[in-house]
Every structure is written in structure tokens, then in C-alpha cells.
């Protein structure tokens, strides 16, 4: 089965992730180089040859831990949008995410029109692409991280605060960028370790509650939710993947 390369059109569509390219060109077989070399594990067995027909969001644990974290009140009109390889938006992985799922809601009480509930929205996209080699996985990765400063560059969003660049843990190769624009916050983060790049793209509106003066009802900072991202899910999601691997999904 060969990698079908198409255009990222992610789950986060305001946000950058909407604007990557995917893949690192070609239509080689996972696993191989142009002259048939490879340098997949000594097993024999690459991530690929495993996850191939994976579907997200089961193999992700429905994102439960962000549901649980964000305060997700409902995913949604189209609920959790899952996707195995190569038949999501991002052909070279498998994806789970909602687009506009709800998050706390603000009680607005109003004496010349009626009271409201207004929620707070997210789009979230958690995606996996697997390689047969380590080579590959960090083209790959390579390639995503560029697409991703292009796309935030030429976005046409103005961030402020901005965080941006490696951080900390046991990757290969890690990146993220995190900005707060005039309508919310976008969190982005990239990772390789050996054949697997795994990625979070979360952006989410402004705190309801701030926005009309009042104390907030989102359950996190922007910096929490940075630091719990990059610290808390990334980490565990990573081992849950590699266990799954070894046992089944």
C-alpha cells in the first residue's frame, strides 16, 4: 500500500494545521528508500506495517484526556471525527478530533433580553503517522514542522505571547508554537520518536465568561493548557500507542 499524499485540510480549520501540506514527497512504500534499502527496528516489524489500518479515534482513546481536561460539554454537531490511512484529511496518518465541540458555558443573565448560556468552542485534531523507518519519520517530520511556520507566517493571524520551539522529553525531535490571537488561543505541537510523528493541533475561542467581565469558567490558563499538552498528554499518548502496538488495538 502506498503513502497517498494530499493536502492537510485539519479538523482545526481557523487555525494553522489547516494549512499544512502533507507528506514528504513521493509515493514510495512505507518502510523502503528509492534503492530498497531501509532502516526500520531490528524486529522487523515498523509502526506502519502495524497501524497501517488503524482508525483514530479508538486507537487515540477517543482524546478522552482532552475531553476531561478542556471540560469538552458536547464534541459537536458531527461528534468525534475519526479517520484511519490514508482516508482522512491527512493521508499519511490516522486522526481523531471535533471541530467547534463545546467547553464551558457562560450563564449570561440579561433584564432587557432573554438570558443566554453562551459555551466556549474548540477545534481539536490528534494525529499519528507512522513510518517503517526512522529516516522517513524524520523527513517526515521535518517537512510538517516547515509546512507549519509557513502556514502560520503566511496565515494571516497576528499572534501575541508566543511560545515557540523545541521542548522537553523523551523525543527525537519535538516543536510546537502556542499564540494568543484576538479570538482565542492555538496550541500546536509536533513529535518524532523513531518511526512515529504524532501531533496536536487544539485551538480554542475565548473564555465566554472574560469576554463579558466576568471571572472565568474555562478550567485552565493558556499557559496550563500549554504545559499540560506538551507534559501531561503527549507523553502518556505516545507509551498508549506503543503498547498497542506490542498487544493490539
Known sequence: MTRKLTLIKGFAAVGAAGLLLSGCGGDELPGSSGNGDSDSDSSGSGSYSVMAEWDGCPALGDIQAIHDYMGVTDWGSN????????????????NCGA????????HQDNEATADRDIPGTANIDVGVAPWDSDSEATENFQTRVEQLKTALETGGTEYSDVQEGEFEGDWDETYYYAGRSADGFLMDAIARKGDIVIYVFIDYSNDPAVVAGEDPVYPFTDQEFTDWVLNEYLPPTYADLLAKKENGL
Request: hydrophobic share 50%.
Open 79 to 94: 461528534g468525534l471525527t475519526s479517520s484511519d490511512i490514508p482516508s482522512g484529511m491527512d493521508g499519511e496518518a490516522f
Open 99 to 106: 471541530v467547534l465541540a463545546e467547553l464551558a458555558v457562560f
